[in-house]
């Protein structure tokens, strides 16, 4: 299932399933705090801002994503911007839930001429992890499978905000040839609702569940964008720590052996929480000083926000590596002009430099998860479906 663009009705209709949400869960006072906040930004140095770089200054002298944006896209990221930088994470936890989500995907469907999606996906609620199951046909075995963690600074974010994204996903692996794929979406805790190792540990179960329904982790591909992409280093940490660090396994719960995943694939991954190298561009979305008070609410009090289980970039034992890279290796996506760049592509010649499996595509211009941000900005349908068919690529070229 492949879905048109969003349009700007779609932007309305959106707005009408989030208005009441937010006063539902963040109260109408705040709910009309907050959006008298925004206006002088959306009345005056939105539009002001957008039309000059876009119309009075000088290609060479424009943003490296202006430069390559249409105008749809140039706009909802500065929105974002703009969002990420000065609106409450409590208010971005309803943008992105459920509540939200689940009303918009089914009223584009309709727009399409979907009553019910045409690709099975239930609920999994289990007292130790939630999740999203989506599988081409429920009564047969996978033929691959995709454990994927979502992003969102670990205090936003849900499995049914990126439905439609994990949809498409499905839709592109079985036009490759997959007879059967599956993707499961792991649905974990919030910040503040929990920190780590919360978030860890429900990854951990969720893994150990694919892959008792899958009996192959080499054809398990584990991926995640941003704060996801974190998670899911942590938990190639972690499984490599149980095979081969025993002793190093006080800070987590659980000592069962697991299988090591046929490959990861890695959409703009947050490699590390806190670094001196993440620096605001003039292209990203993404403001690095909310980032850092993220990452210190997600370690919480307890553990050290450089710990190398939790901040899988401070880790330098080549050894702990090597025992962690799945054997098909790992793929990372990102984009030359985001807040992570420097950091990964510092892990990634880490990598590189200690003959540990991994390859990666930087897209020049690009910013933060732009193959997941694409998929419902770009206008057309090559632009749309690149980065994840991208993805799909690497995945069929490694797990057969």
């Not at 009223?107 to 979907?114: D, I, T, V």
């Amino acid at each position: 299932m492949i879905l048109g663009p969003v349009s700007y009705l779609d932007c309305i209709v959106f707005c009408a399933f989030l208005a009441p949400q937010l006063i539902i869960h963040v109260g109408l006072l705040e709910t009309v705090l907050v959006g008298l906040q925004c206006l002088p930004f959306l009345l005056f140095q939105l539009p002001f801002e957008l039309i000059c770089e876009r119309y009075f200054v000088k290609y060479e002298q424009q943003s490296p994503f202006v430069q390559k944006a249409s105008l749809f896209e140039d706009l909802v990221v500065r929105c974002v911007r703009y969002a990420f930088a000065n609106i409450p994470p409590k208010v971005g936890r309803v943008f992105f839930s459920k509540l939200v989500a689940l009303p918009f995907l089914k009223f584009r469907m309709l727009r399409h001429g979907y009553l019910k999606s045409p690709i099975y996906w239930r609920e999994h609620n289990d007292k130790r992890f939630k999740g999203l199951w989506i599988i081409k046909d429920p009564t047969a075995k996978p033929d691959v499978c995709i454990f994927y963690a979502h992003g969102g600074g670990f205090s936003m974010g849900s499995a049914y905000f990126y439905l439609e994204f994990l949809l498409t996903w499905l839709s592109l692996l079985n036009d490759t040839g997959y007879r059967n794929p599956a993707i499961f979406a792991l649905d974990y805790s919030l910040v503040p609702d929990a920190n780590f190792p919360t978030q860890l540990e429900e990854a951990i179960a969720g893994y150990e569940h694919v892959l008792s329904t899958v009996q192959d982790a080499n054809r398990i591909c584990v991926s995640g964008d941003s704060a996801g992409a974190t998670i899911v280093l942590s938990l190639l940490l972690h499984i490599a720590n149980i095979g081969c660090h025993p002793e190093k396994m006080n800070r987590t719960t659980g000592a069962r052996c697991l299988g090591k995943p046929g490959m990861a694939v890695l959409i703009s991954p947050w490699v590390t929480l806190v670094s001196s190298k993440h620096q605001n561009t003039t292209s990203d979305y993404l403001n690095a000083e909310n980032l850092h008070r993220y990452a210190h609410q997600y370690a919480g009090e307890k553990v050290s926000v450089n710990d190398p289980l939790l901040s899988p970039g401070n880790c330098r034992d080549v050894s702990w590596w090597k025992h962690a890279a799945p054997s098909r290796g790992i793929f990372v996506a990102y984009g030359a002009e985001e807040v992570f760049a420097p950091e990964i592509s510092a892990l990634i010649k880490f990598l590189e430099e200690n003959n540990i499996k991994v390859h990666s595509r930087e897209e020049k211009g690009g910013i933060h998860a732009w193959p997941v941000a694409c998929l419902f900005l770009s206008s057309s349908s090559s632009n749309r479906k690149k980065g994840l068919k991208t993805l799909v690529e690497e995945i069929r070229d490694n797990i057969h």
